[in-house]
Every structure is written in structure tokens, then in C-alpha cells.
């Protein structure tokens, strides 16, 4: 079965050419799987421009959540269930555990919101509804421009999200083109353990489509001081946290897709020919 993988990056990252792409490629050909393809298995909507304009844009009007409530409540007994499943393969811990005291995050997060560039332009991204919509129409039409498969069958789309990719996530799933799911969600660094991101209507437990996804497998580095320490499970419950080994105060995408229980998460979704790809092994490279 082939799924296409969508990659929504994060602030201000070199999307077209840049490192993640060759150690992405190097990560699944360890488990025997061809390079990704741009325009086919591999979708890439570029929206830097969107975060770092500051300037009014015209935004294309909101839109309705295009998911089922009824169905989705329904579906999160199965969904919990395989997020139970992965933890048990990953030796991963169940309980959203926060690894940095909560007086110390909220002290560091403020202060990194303040000097850091790149968490203003997440700041940017939570406070200016219109450029969320604008961001979203972008991703929303690189997925509508592929083909779609044949009538009555339904499009797989792996989505593997980083840093601020992972909120343009949470906001893409309830709006999924009619016919496509997501056996996967894959986000790395992600800064959506910050409560601060989510005021406001949108990004909840009550508005995750358990029905339109499988899983969300959560990376993160204790070291990384984009999300500070902090999984996402305790604000999302369908996130499988899992703390990965990175350098001090290093985020990028490349670093995290280098890790080898990184490759065997995506690699498990993606067919490899090894179905151990979520063996003992990989709790053994977790941090």
C-alpha cells in the first residue's frame, strides 16, 4: 500500500532542498523503503512566506470542520486502544508526563516567547485567525492538488509535522478534504504543550476527528527548548509522548528525523518491509 506523506514545517525553515529531506530518505531507506517523491508520495506546501510577511494579507473566508462529531466520539475507544498499542512497543510512558516543573516552564516559556524570533512568529501564528486560514488554504490546496484516488476508495495521508508545523496540524485535521485520513500524525519538537497556544475555539480534545485518524505519535526532546521539556498528552490525550535524545538546545528537523525511533515510527506507517519496525528496539534509542 502506498501513503503519501504530508510535511508541514515549522518557523521560518528551508523547505525546498533543505536537510530534512536527506536524512528523511537516509531514515527510510534503513528500513527498505525508495526515497520519497515531491508531487507524489511526498508533499511539501511552502507557507514561509505567510509566517514571515508583515503585511495584511487577503484571507479566504472560515471555513466549517468537514469531520463528523458523533463518529469521531465514537472512534476514541479504537484510536485509544492503538496509541496503547505503540506505547507498549515503544516503552513509551502513558501519562503525558511533564519532565520540567511547572513554575520553571512557565518562567522559561515566557522568557524564550520574549527573545526568541521564532516564538514571536508562533505568537503571530495563534493571535491573526487570517493568517491561520491563510496557511491552511495552502496546505488544503496541496492536498487537493494531487490525484485522488479511485471513486470509493479513501486518500492515506501521513502527516509529519515540526515545531509550528504541529499546530498547522491540529488546525488542518478537523477541515481533511472529504475521503481522506490520516493513519498517522508525527509531530517532532512540537511547542502544542504550551496552554498559552490554544485559548480561545479550536484546537481541543473535543475537536481531534479520532474517526479521520489513527495515531499521533508525539517526539520530543527534553533538551529542546521549543517545547520546554513537555509533551502534548496532558492538553491532548491522543498524543503518544515520546522523549527522543537530542544536543542541548537544538531543534531542527534534520536532528530529530536522525533519530533511529523517529525512522521506525514513520517507517511502521509507511509499509516497511520489516513489521518489526516497533520492536523492543526502539524503546532502547528513546531519551
Known sequence: MTRTVLYLHGVGERVRGGRWRA?????????????????????????VDLLAGDRPLPAPPVVG????????????????????????????????????PSPVYD???????????????????????????????RVLSALDARARPASGDHDEVVVLAHSLGS???????????????????????????????????????????????????????????VPLGRGSARLFPAALDVPVRLPPARHGAELYLGVPVVARVLA?????????????GAAREAG
Open 268 to 280: 511502521d506507517v509507511l509499509g516497511a518491509a520489516d513489521r518489526g519496525a516497533l520492536a523492543a
Open 107 to 137: 518562567a522559561g516559556r515566557h522568557a524564550w516567547g520574549a527573545v526568541s524570533r521564532s516564538m514571536r512568529h508562533v505568537e503571530h501564528y495563534r493571535r491573526d485567525p487570517a493568517l491561520r486560514r491563510l496557511v491552511l488554504d
Open 167 to 225: 499546530l498547522v496540524a491540529l488546525d488542518l485535521l478537523p477541515h481533511l478534504p472529504a475521503g481522506v485520513s490520516v493513519p498517522r500524525l508525527v509531530t517532532l519538537g512540537s511547542p502544542a504543550g504550551w496552554p498559552s497556544l490554544h485559548r480561545g475555539p479550536g484546537r481541543t480534545d473535543a475537536s481531534f476527528p479520532y474517526d479521520r485518524v489513527g495515531s499521533w505519535v508525539n517526539l520530543h526532546s527534553p533538551r529542546d527548548l
Open 65 to 100: 470542520p468537514t469531520y463528523d462529531a458523533a463518529r469521531a466520539a465514537a472512534a476514541r475507544a479504537v484510536f485509544m486502544a492503538e496509541r496503547q498499542r505503540l506505547a507498549d512497543a515503544l516503552g513509551a510512558p502513558g501519562g503525558g508526563r511533564h519532565l520540567v
Open 23 to 47: 536524512t528523511l530518505d537516509r531514515a527510510l531507506s534503513g528500513h527498505g523503503l525508495a526515497p520519497l517523491r515531491p508531487g507524489e508520495d511526498l508533499l511539501v506546501p511552502d507557507y
